[in-house]
């Protein structure tokens, strides 16, 4: 779901095509390695069945671009205004939207921070009072070693923001990624020209 919600986060900065929202993505959260091309379009593909984006024309080499819809919007701003979802939060997803956020201009990620620290919080209570057996208490521990470990990262991204506001800010790249997926038809024109 983070790839899901990044890519609407980062069409607030206007409109994209496939292989620029897979490369934005992952100059922003760079934890992540990589982002396989099947998951960018699959992804884009669910988001247009489910309304939150739709087309925004082509690039000038017919890349097909997309926007935010007004539910796409009110999706990318629900997600840009607060922390997990649930009691349980997740690391990968943590670091997808405090980076994210973080990285766009005008979006306040220490709210995101806040709403992390205090669910990883209140993770750690809970499995302090948890633990009544070897197996759950070792599990436990686990858990609140990996609890205590995301709330150390999130107090040094605020310490980093407090000290300088707007460090994480990017604009989107000028650079423009190699690959895009075509059109089907122009897909078609090319295969049918090579034979």
């Known amino acids: 779901m983070s790839v899901q919600n990044g890519f609407l986060a980062l069409l607030t900065q206007g409109p994209a095509?496939?292989?620029?929202?897979?490369?934005?993505?992952?100059?922003?959260?760079?934890?992540?390695?990589q982002l396989n091309p099947g998951q960018?379009?699959?992804t884009l593909d669910r988001m247009t069945d489910q309304g939150l984006v739709g087309s925004?024309?082509?690039?000038?080499?017919?890349?097909p671009l997309y926007e935010l819809t007004d539910a796409g919007r009110e999706a990318?701003?629900?997600w840009l205004g607060a922390g997990p979802a649930d009691g349980r939060p997740d690391w990968d997803e943590m670091q997808d939207q405090v980076l994210i956020a973080a990285?766009?201009?005008g979006v306040d990620a220490l709210r995101i921070v806040?709403?992390?620290r205090a669910a990883y919080?209140?993770?750690?209570?809970?499995?302090?009072?948890?633990?009544?057996?070897?197996?759950?208490?070792a599990a436990n521990r686990a858990a609140e070693l990996g609890a205590k470990a995301a709330i150390e990262w999130l107090d040094e991204v605020t310490a980093m923001l407090a000290a300088h506001p707007g460090a994480l800010?990017?604009?989107?790249?000028?650079?423009?990624?190699?690959?895009?997926?075509?059109?089907?038809?122009d897909a078609d024109v090319e295969a049918a020209a090579a034979d």
């Open 17 to 33: 095509y496939g292989s620029q929202l897979q490369s934005e993505f992952l100059c922003r959260a760079a934890h992540r390695r």
């Open 40 to 42: 960018v379009y699959s």
């Open 56 to 63: 925004a024309g082509a690039t000038e080499d017919g890349l």
């Open 76 to 78: 990318a701003e629900a």
């Open 103 to 105: 990285s766009l201009d």
């Open 114 to 116: 806040d709403g992390y």
């Open 121 to 137: 919080a209140e993770r750690i209570r809970y499995l302090s009072h948890e633990a009544d057996s070897r197996a759950l208490l």
């Open 169 to 185: 800010v990017q604009p989107r790249s000028p650079e423009r990624p190699r690959r895009g997926r075509r059109p089907a038809r």
